[in-house]
């Protein structure tokens, strides 16, 4: 059993309260339209893989339900896309920022929001459903992800589409913070990784998968597992990236980009999965 398993689930709300996932996306007054513009224009470039996964244009016109949607980047953008979103999240200051974001952009219509726990999803959010179940960096944040899966694939109408990112095991981010913070201590690199996967240190949980375990969580679930890639390395100096600026470490520096996206596809961050539903 993983040391995880036994954390409380306030524990992952309060962390996600104190700083909302992308809060500091920007320096603009947090609410205002140029700070949610700016917000996004940060994260779909720094994790330009994001657009093509979610792939928000099939969706016009489908239902679509987000787990974990954070400051709700992609929720928008599905809306904005058309389609009829349901938006999930753990933590109450995620979700308000989220809600009025949807005010903002003038897609409030086609957003329902909920505050909820994942793992008991069906206990708060009517079961119905939907063309796509969509979650972008959160099962591995809950104590269970199983059963957050479980909960999930209830949602996913015969023929319908599960789409989830988790983080990968065999990538250049757990191997750089094994090296950086861990001094190469593998056997604590359950902690090392929860202690130094987010912007703000000490995450409470993070589980890591290799391909196998990734496909095995959805298929477990019933679903089968149609797509299966890795992308992402982040590649700033971080001392600029928190000042704004893009500069990328001298190591990523002189690599053709041909060489970078190879690195990319073989010790990304993101392990991103798509599964179907038998119809
Ligand atoms: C890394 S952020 C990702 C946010 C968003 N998907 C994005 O890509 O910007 C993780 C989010 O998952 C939420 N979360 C974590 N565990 C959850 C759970 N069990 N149920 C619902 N939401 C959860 C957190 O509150 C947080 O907003």
Redesign the pocket.
């Known amino acids: 059993m993983s040391a995880f398993e036994s954390k409380p689930?306030e524990t992952?709300?309060d962390y996600?309260d104190a700083r909302?996932?992308?809060l500091r996306h920007s320096t603009k007054e947090i609410g205002s339209r140029v700070y949610f513009d700016e917000v996004e224009a940060r994260?779909y470039r720094v994790e330009p893989h994001i657009p093509s996964f979610a792939d928000f244009n099939s969706w016009k016109g489908k239902r679509v339900l987000e787990?974990?949607?954070?400051?709700g980047?992609?929720t928008i953008n599905f809306a904005r896309a058309g389609a009829h979103v349901t938006a999930?999240?753990?933590?109450m200051k995620?979700l308000e920022l989220a809600r009025k974001r949807a005010e903002v952009m003038g897609v409030a219509d086609r957003i329902t929001f909920y505050n909820?726990?994942?793992?008991n999803l069906s206990s708060i959010v009517p079961v119905e459903p939907y063309d796509l179940v969509y979650?972008?960096?959160?099962v591995h944040?809950?104590p269970h992800p199983d059963r957050?899966i479980a909960e999930l694939r209830k949602y996913v109408k015969p023929g319908g589409t599960m789409k989830i990112m988790v983080y990968y095991r065999y990538s250049w981010k757990v191997l750089w913070i094994l090296l950086t913070y861990g001094k190469g201590k593998f056997w604590k690199l359950a902690d090392l990784v929860a202690t130094h996967s987010?912007a703000q240190t000490g995450c409470p949980i993070t589980y890591i998968y290799d391909c196998k375990e990734g496909q095995q969580l959805l298929e477990n679930s019933g679903l089968r597992v149609t797509q299966t890639e890795v992308d992402h390395i982040f590649s700033y100096r971080i001392p600029d990236y928190v000042e704004y600026r893009y500069v990328r470490e001298w190591y990523f520096r002189w690599m053709p980009n041909s060489l970078f996206r190879f690195l990319e596809r073989k010790f990304g961050w993101h392990l991103l999965l798509t599964a179907e539903a038998s119809k």
Not at 67 to 71: F, I, K, S
Not at 135 to 138: A, L
């Open positions: 689930i992952v709300r996600w909302p996932c992308n994260k787990l974990g949607c954070g400051l980047t992609d999930v999240d753990l933590s995620s909820a726990n994942g793992e979650s972008f960096g959160v944040h809950t957050a987010e």
